[in-house]
């Protein structure tokens, strides 16, 4: 994990622009009442801090944790959502270890418990931006010993995502289709 | 917000029992696969930050900054849940300082979008924990200019939490009674 993932004048940077387009996204929703959907804050462990007033405290030493969860979750349409959102310069398959373990079984959960559970990645040389749901990642998983997914099973079971005006990147218009919101309606 | 927050040795510390029972509490959810509720990382803006080697990060210099959100979200029963949790050493009543304004819109957006909010709030020294709907928490705010929520006020509308050995802090049973889950089953 590195720095430019904390400042916003870095967010330039190519490793940002995934998860600049989804906050921009989220708070499109937001302002329009369509979803409350935010990024978690990254984990750390503070070792030292000093307080140089009554109200104010500088952190001195802190260390980045793994974390034990997705980043993005929320609520739409009275349905939990859940995700993780990762980035690849890949042209040819998305590397899984950009997904930990434990980011894998918390997905599953939230599955099992009747939340909406998804992946977004985007190729970035590629220019092109897929939500693949929790059960097409099982399904690979579960069927493959490979390290990486191929493009072509994103391109087979995953959705494109376009980028647009606003919202930018129009992730609930999947859930919509096909996330299963609809099977309740039915 | 005081550093004693993030050291499990000063878990013993009074202002952190709350969070410790509830942390506990989430644990054993998730181990017996009840619900998968987490507490969000603390929110930190980091502005310096070396690199002692290739995988290695150390902050050296981040501030705390003002959560948007509630401290908890999560699943259970496949309805998404949120609340904030604070502890009070008064025995008349709640400070609302203890809540900010974007918390409280936050609460009452997750309910509108059909989520279940509400606030978890001990009273340290009648050792009383009391959950308190967002519907009675609004009723309160609409119909009061007072700057506390009175202990009579949990009393009456706030469902009283007790202390078990496990799960320690059983909130979700509130939810099972009154928190509307059994609405949609009728």
Do not use: C
Not at 68 to 97: Q, V
Request: no cysteine; net charge positive; proline share 4%.
């Amino acid at each position: 994990m590195r720095l430019a993932n904390f400042n916003t004048s870095t967010y330039s940077n190519r490793g940002m622009a995934l998860e600049e387009d989804i906050n921009v996204t989220n708070k499109y929703y937001l302002d329009n009442d369509i979803a409350v959907i935010y990024k978690k804050p990254t984990s750390v462990t503070i070792h030292k801090a000093e307080y140089p007033g009554p109200h104010e405290a500088i952190i001195r030493e802190a260390y980045f944790k793994t974390p034990s969860t997705t980043d993005y979750n929320g609520i739409y349409k009275g349905r939990y959502i859940d995700f993780e959102a990762k980035e690849t310069k890949s042209k040819t398959s998305f590397p899984l270890s950009n997904i930990h373990n434990h980011q894998i079984e918390h997905l599953k959960r939230i599955v099992r418990h009747g939340g909406i559970g998804f992946l977004i990645v985007r190729f970035v040389t590629l220019e092109e931006t897929y939500l693949l749901f929790e059960k097409d990642l099982i399904l690979f998983l579960n069927n493959n010993d490979r390290k990486s997914i191929p493009y072509e099973y994103f391109k087979e079971k995953g959705h494109l995502i376009k980028i647009k005006y606003a919202p930018r990147l129009n992730y609930l218009e999947v859930i919509d289709k096909y996330g299963g919101l609809y099977d309740e309606i039915k």
